[in-house]
């Protein structure tokens, strides 16, 4: 499930930015970063704009997996509110 959330995150950030999605996924493929936001740790005090949109993808589902297993945080809450709201 995991995986699905992660893909269901990109196609919302097309959604929200239309083409410009493209590029963005395709920098964030290329990145060294790529995936990697840092875990819980990374979150604070940032926005998920702050993030690539591969680094969306994970935060997104990460975020699910720790409300599922009753163990999200307010950083991670928060994250998933701006997905919500198309923040990205």
Do not use: C
């Not at 919302?12 to 840092?38: D, M, P």
């Not at 680094?55 to 991670?76: E, H, K, R, T």
């Not at 509110?81 to 198309?86: D, E, I, L, P, V």
Request: hydrophobic share 40%; no cysteine.
């Amino acid at each position: 499930m995991r995986w699905l959330v992660h893909e269901l995150t990109h196609v919302a950030q097309y959604e929200a930015v239309g083409s410009q999605y493209l590029g963005e996924a395709i920098a964030a493929q290329n990145s060294s970063a790529k995936y990697n936001y840092g875990g819980p740790a990374g979150l604070v005090g940032k926005n998920l704009a702050d993030f690539n949109r591969e680094q969306q993808g994970d935060i997104v589902a990460d975020a699910y997996v720790a409300l599922v297993n009753g163990s999200i945080n307010s950083d991670q809450q928060r994250m998933v509110t701006q997905a919500k709201n198309s923040q990205f």
